[in-house]
């Protein structure tokens, strides 16, 4: 079965400086990879996916992660954090690539960004 | 383009009572799922549908909890009866189609089981 593990539970960074939220996946075919952000109170949204294309993705507002299959990886980054950004965020994995019909999406356990000035 | 709709947004009851979660996904949309987000932790899968057919309901504990999607469009989660470990966020979510990876996801509803 495939999983992710979000190495951190909460990431402090002050606005202006780099944001890095880890991901390592698990899976033993070629996977589909996403991070979603959760705002408080609000629904989730997706930030960007990997899906076999190329390896470094580019997402919504400034965020971009790169796959790294040696190191079974999927990083979010982004150069500046913005206090905008302080809000959960899920590292996820999809089956679709195992089952080839239907996308069953596996969460990790989230990393909570906190920004400050 | 509207997204996923969902309601009530908050819920309280008390336990051995039952209570019932709606959701209108995007228009369009034939697969619908229903996640369940216990606080501190990531959404978990409860059922998938694919139209009005049930594709995945494994992790739906189906001795309290039923859903419903009749007419392949709107959706009914229900817990009967609630218990405290019930407490939790409820996430709807859409996509075009099972082979379509790209989920969307309504507001949640947010259950507290005292």
């Known amino acids: 079965a495939q999983s992710v593990t979000q190495l951190d539970s909460h990431v402090s960074v002050s606005e202006g400086t780099p944001v890095l939220l880890r991901c390592n996946y698990s899976?033993?075919?070629?996977?589909?990879l996403f991070w979603y952000v959760q705002h408080p109170n609000k629904g989730l949204q997706l930030l960007l996916k990997?899906?076999?294309?190329?390896?470094l993705v580019k997402g919504i507002n400034g965020f971009e992660a790169e796959f790294k299959k040696s190191e079974t990886s999927f990083h979010l980054t982004k150069p500046s954090a913005h206090m905008s950004d302080a809000a959960e965020y899920f590292c996820?994995?999809?089956?679709?690539?195992?089952?080839?019909?239907?996308?069953?999406?596996?969460f990790g356990t989230g990393t909570r960004l906190q920004v400050t000035l | 383009e509207a997204g996923v709709a969902q309601s009530p947004r908050y819920k309280i009851i008390e336990k051995r009572q039952s209570v019932a979660f709606w959701c209108n996904p995007i228009?369009?949309?034939?697969?619908l799922y229903w996640y369940q987000q216990i606080l501190g932790q990531g959404p978990k899968l409860l059922i998938q549908?694919?139209?009005?057919?049930?594709?995945?309901d494994s992790q739906l504990p189906k001795d309290r909890f039923s859903a419903e999607r009749l007419k392949g469009v709107d959706s009914t989660l229900k817990i009967q009866p609630a218990k405290l470990e019930d407490s939790a966020v409820y996430l709807c979510?859409?996509?075009?189609?099972?082979?379509?990876?790209?989920?969307?996801f309504g507001p949640g509803t947010r259950l507290l089981v005292l």
């Open positions: 979510a859409s996509s075009l189609d099972l082979s379509r990876e790209t989920q969307y």
């Open positions: 228009s369009g949309h034939a697969t």
């Open positions: 549908f694919q139209n009005n057919g049930v594709v995945d």
């Open positions: 899976s033993s075919y070629s996977p589909s």
């Open positions: 996820v994995v999809s089956d679709l690539g195992r089952t080839g019909t239907a996308s069953k999406l596996t």
């Open positions: 990997y899906t076999s294309a190329a390896t």
